[in-house]
């Protein structure tokens, strides 16, 4: 029966088809003969903080389909080995290719496991980033506006006395944002009251929420619901009547990128506050696409679920 899932299996000049030119017979003597060369000693012989291969596609089988998600993995090398092992990554990749995953954080986990078992390493370091579908409902029509979200799943093995694996989460939401200060200064010119919104410049803007996960979550579901909580997200499909709201909603309730990046994080307090433990690692980074500027604005976050709570406490 032929295969019409959309993989190609190659032509006949494939690895599947070939007629090999050298016997089996003298591929296993080679192999059992022959100098192991990443194993031998550098000429130089000064350890290597990370070492691997980047911009690689890898495949997931994740509930929405086979995704496609851009990939990092790296290793540290020791002073006394000359270089990594890269087939063993490639294979480690494969082995994982007809796997179902419930979301890529579960992949990067098994991933990292699998590489630092094929290598001489203390640390195994691998990211994942790509785009999944969303479904959102425009604000008037309620249409449904086919959208995607930006995820990221990042994986750090250390080996000690016992491994210890770390799983940070991260999706990054697209949404507008308004100039607080035109909008200020048009209302001294104007004398309008406080209630009617007034002209501003608003601007494209990025904000990227990243968790260490703990005990499965958070879930990415729960990210972009934190940061739609917090922002004016935007659609692909907007009918007239959806994007007078949408324009409406943003201005007024203007932000800074400083106010979407601290929104963000006092969500982070709401929603995990309760189940995440304040030892776990916050990061949120926005970037506004400035549209009367030739600059572009970045804001970012680095902090612990601890701290988070003890500003909400104050």
């Known amino acids: 029966m032929e295969d019409f899932s959309g993989v190609l299996r190659g032509s006949k000049k494939s690895g599947d088809d070939i007629e090999t030119l ?3 017979s003298e591929h296993r003597r080679a192999l059992k003969t022959c100098i192991d060369i990443p194993e031998q000693k550098p000429s130089f012989s000064l350890p290597i903080n ?20 851009e990939t990092e993995v790296k290793v540290d090398l020791p002073s006394s080995i000359r270089g990594i092992h890269m087939s063993r990554i490639e294979k480690a990749i494969a082995e994982l290719y007809n796997k179902k995953f419930v979301d890529i954080a579960e992949y990067t986990e098994n991933l990292v496991k699998s590489v630092q078992t094929g290598q001489k390493c203390s640390k195994a370091f691998v990211k994942l980033s790509g785009r999944i579908p969303m479904v959102q409902k425009a604000p008037a029509t309620r249409l449904s506006s086919m959208d995607s979200i930006q995820i990221c799943a ?21 949404h507008i944002t308004a100039c607080p200060c035109t909008q200020a200064y048009n209302r001294v010119l104007s004398g309008k ?7 501003t410049h608003t601007q494209r803007s990025i904000t990227w929420l990243t968790i260490e996960r703990h005990r499965a979550r958070p ?8 940061l739609k909580s917090s922002l004016h997200s935007t659609y692909d499909l907007l009918k007239r009547p959806d994007e007078a709201e949408l324009v409406l909603l943003a ?3 203007p932000q800074f990128v400083e106010d979407t990046a601290r929104e963000t994080a006092k969500e982070v307090g709401i929603r995990f506050g309760d189940f995440l433990p304040e030892s776990v690692f916050v990061k949120i980074e926005s970037y506004s696409l400035e549209s009367i500027h030739n600059h572009d604005v970045q804001c970012r976050i680095k902090t612990t679920m601890g701290e988070i709570l003890k ?3 104050v």
């Open 50 to 69: 990370d070492v691997g291969i980047c911009r690689k596609t890898v495949w997931i089988n994740l509930p929405q389909g086979k995704i496609p998600f």
């Open 311 to 313: 500003v909400m406490t």
């Open 219 to 226: 879930t990415y579901e729960e990210l972009i619901l934190c």
């Open 251 to 253: 201005h007024n309730a």
């Open 22 to 24: 050298i016997p089996d």
């Open 154 to 174: 990042i994986a750090e093995l250390m080996k000690r006395k016992e491994s210890v694996c770390k799983i940070l989460t991260g999706a990054g939401l697209t």
């Open 193 to 199: 009251s406080e209630w009617m919104p007034l002209p």
